[in-house]
Nanobody, 125 residues
């Protein structure tokens, strides 16, 4: 049974940093692409970043480039999202997702098979 469990959210000041973690069980981060999505109140879930099963290919949505960094640790079977220079508009529930092995950029949530429960990130100005 595949499970994804996120942690690391909470309240942050604008300009601050947070690191989100996503512990995977039932499969490995080395066998799957991993991604982070977010969903703000009243908005659709949107792609934030992804990393390939090799860990060598990453993609980001434009509004987080240069501020956020996705990584994964095969030994810990965990994916991470390091968020720097946070802005109030980054406030959302952040979800990690597990998807198919591909070097391509996949932004559609429907392509990801497993999801974590989400972790709230709130950025105050």
């Amino acid at each position: 049974q595949v499970q994804l469990v996120e942690s690391g959210g909470g309240l942050a000041q604008a300009g601050g940093s947070q690191r989100l973690s996503c512990v995977v069980s039932g499969t490995t981060v080395s066998s799957n692409n991993m991604a982070w999505f977010r969903q703000a109140p009243g908005k659709e879930r949107e792609f934030v970043a992804s990393i390939s099963w090799t860990g060598s290919v990453t993609y980001y949505v434009d509004f987080v480039k240069g501020r956020f960094s996705i990584s994964r640790d095969a030994a810990e079977n965990t994916a991470y999202l390091q968020m720097n220079s946070l802005k109030p508009e980054d406030t959302a529930v952040y979800y990690c997702a597990l998807g198919p092995r591909t070097p391509a950029k996949i932004v559609s949530a429907t392509r990801y098979s497993y999801w974590g429960q989400g972790t709230q990130v709130t950025v105050s100005s």
